[in-house]
Structure formats: C-alpha cells, structure tokens
C-alpha cells in the first residue's frame, strides 16, 4: 500500500523539511521556499531530436573525437536541452502558466547518460489579477551533486494550486 502510494506521488520540498503529495491527497498550495524537482537522463537520441528542432549541429554534441580536442571527456548533451527541465517543471505542475524569462549559467558539461536532477524553486510570489507572478531560482545537478547549470526563471502562473504530475516518458 505504501509503496503504491509513494510511486504515485512526487516531491515537494520547503526548506528541508519533504513532503510527499499522493493522487488522495489536498493540493497543495506554492509558497515561498517550496522546491519542485524532475530527473532526467538524456540519451544519444534525445539529443539527435533537439539538434533537428534547433539547427545545432555543432560537432561536439556529435563527434567524441572533437568533444575531446575541445578538452571534455566525450560528446556534450546541448545546454538548452537540459535547462528545458525548468519550463517542464512549471508548466506541468500549473497548467496554463506562462514562460516569462530565463537566465543560464553554464557551470560544468553535461554528457550523453549523465543523470541530472532539474529543480525549481520559489523565491518571490505576487499577486496580480487573479494571477501570480512567481520567480523562482532555477538549478541543475548532475548525479546529484555537482551544480551544471543555474539561474533564474518568471512564470505567470493561473494559480498557485499545484498539480501533481507523473512524468511519462522519462528516462530517468
């Protein structure tokens, strides 16, 4: 019984204090503090598709031998790809929010299998016209530990309610 419950369920940080929110449970409500998290391993194709929609083809998403002379130790998974685990953990946790702005702080590669740890949290919550205009400090982790990429994010949100979601799909 439990064990069902936890799989259904994801995770809500505020502070350090978890939280586990199941199918059963009362929404939740966003606050201040309150940390949103997704993890994801991004493969080979993964990174084919995203060359397609962006036109980034630079080799070194592509070829290991020039991923190394450029002084990485393989192929390198596109920033953008991985900073879009922000835009995915807003959006399917409050549906019908609006993407304002994101800034990107490049801090170490990540490769092809590395498993990172995408996280979002609230750091500034105001109302306007039955809206909300949350900022939140936006973070990636690779393999649970080391901080790949940083910044900060703007979302119009319809409501601070927010939706449990079981990512499909992932390869995490």
Known sequence: MFTGMFVKSYFLVNG?????LSSS???SVLKIGDVLRHRRIFSNE??????KVSHDRNPLHFDSESARA???KDRLVHG?????????????H???AIYVSQSLNFRSPVYIGDEISGEVQAINIKENKKRYIAKFSTKCFK?????VLDGEAMAILPTLAV???HFHGSRS
């Open 94 to 96: 409050f549906p019908g």
């Open 143 to 147: 393999n649970g530990e080391l901080l």
């Open 70 to 72: 450029a002084g990485f």
């Open 46 to 51: 993964d990174v084919g598709e995203y060359s």
């Open 80 to 92: 953008m790809l991985v900073a879009s685990l922000f835009p995915r953990i807003i959006s399917s």
């Open 25 to 27: 449970s009362t929404p």
């Open 163 to 165: 939706e449990q979601v």
């Open 16 to 20: 350090s204090s978890l939280r586990y």
